[in-house]
């Protein structure tokens, strides 16, 4: 899962946006085919998935602005590598990675999907 997105749904639901587990996966999903290389592309498909009112659109916008200030490409870089050179290769499961990296919308994600 992409850490960076998963990261900024949680920063929506810190401004009011409900953003629910499978919306973060349909959002990941868009990522996956616009990139990160074209900032207004990606602002406009993660605004269709996830903001759904008039006032959720407004606050998205606003996030995404404030949360996307730097240059998206290295920032996802950075934040992958981070995350590579701070997992024990010991830990196998996708699960344990997610825990170990204190993942919540991940492991929430890993539950609902568990459950169905």
């Known amino acids: 899962m992409d850490r ?10 810190n401004v009011n946006v409900q953003a629910s587990p499978a ?3 349909d959002a990941v999903a868009a990522v996956d085919v616009v990139g990160y290389s074209n900032r207004e592309l990606l602002k406009q498909s993660l605004s269709i998935v ?4 008039p006032e959720e659109k407004t606050q998205f916008d606003i996030c995404f602005d404030n949360f ?5 490409e290295p920032l996802r870089k ?4 981070r995350l590579t050179n701070q997992s024990p290769s010991f830990i196998e499961s996708d699960l344990g990675k997610q825990l170990q990296e204190d993942s919540q919308a991940e492991v929430m994600l890993a539950i609902e999907k568990a459950a169905a």
């Not at 960076?4 to 639901?13: E, G, H, M």
């Open 4 to 13: 960076v997105i998963t990261d900024f749904v949680k920063a929506l639901r």
């Open 50 to 53: 996830l903001s759904k009112t």
């Open 23 to 25: 919306e973060t996966i």
């Open 68 to 72: 996307f200030k730097e240059d998206i």
């Open 78 to 81: 950075k934040q992958n590598s």
